[in-house]
């Protein structure tokens, strides 16, 4: 058994350590699967030297900070009825293409795909995108995500469908949680986290030319 084929789709998205598939038996959700090692994207000078000379530990790691967070905000609303930031995850599946972590899928309209907030502010951002970007940010403030790579690629501004039921226009982190530091200050310090994080927001608003609002927690042009 090779469980769920994908081999035979073209990647919705290749990043620096996988790649991302539409899964074959429920349009709600991703397969995300981690690339070979020679057809990693070195990126930066730090995931250069990683690829290089470490060993499969290092993206082991990321992966189990990822899920460590994700796991460390749903344990502490067991009640239920939370508007998560970020995208959720349902474990990990069996594909042809070894094995894949099953994630939430952020959509577009029909046949409109969604957009990441890098796309969006290379263009004319409306009011409408500057409201669900500031209600995104204030909740990524209200749950403290520890997001080691906050960046506008991995803000997607879309729609999830939960059970057939299509919600509504929001933005969601579907990438880069997860404290990766090798000094992981963020986890230690709540104050150190929610600094880090106003600071990045600030940043990927200043995109769009906006300015972050800190009393009221919204961005104004």
């Known amino acids: 058994m090779t469980g769920l084929t994908i081999s035979d789709q ?25 690339l070979p090692k020679t057809a990693q994207n070195k990126g930066n000078l730090t995931r250069s030297f990683f690829t290089r000379f470490a060993s499969d530990g290092h993206r082991m790691f990321l992966l189990q900070q990822e899920y460590r967070e994700y796991l460390r905000i749903i344990l502490q609303h067991m009640d239920g009825g939370i508007h998560l930031p970020i995208a959720h995850m349902y474990g ?30 290379s263009g004319d ?5 500057v409201d669900v970007f500031s209600d995104f940010c204030r909740r990524m403030l209200q749950f403290g995500v520890r997001a080691s790579d906050f960046k506008s690629s991995n803000v997607v501004l879309g729609h999830r469908t939960v059970f057939g039921e299509v919600g509504p226009y929001e933005a969601v982190l579907i990438d880069g949680y997860g404290d990766t530091h090798l000094v992981p200050v963020r986890s230690w310090s709540t104050v150190a986290n929610r600094n880090a994080l106003r600071k990045r927001i600030q940043r990927l608003g200043a995109k769009a030319g906006l300015t972050w609002d800190v009393e009221k927690h919204s961005f104004f042009r």
């Open 10 to 34: 073209t990647p919705l998205a290749t990043g620096g350590e996988r790649a991302v598939y539409l899964d074959p038996t429920n349009p709600e959700r991703l397969i995300k699967v981690l």
């Open 125 to 129: 951002v409306s009011d409408r995108d």
């Open 92 to 121: 990990f599946v069996e594909t042809d293409l070894g094995m894949g972590c099953a994630t939430e899928r952020v959509h577009g309209l029909g046949s409109e795909p969604a957009r990441n907030w890098k796309a969006i502010t």
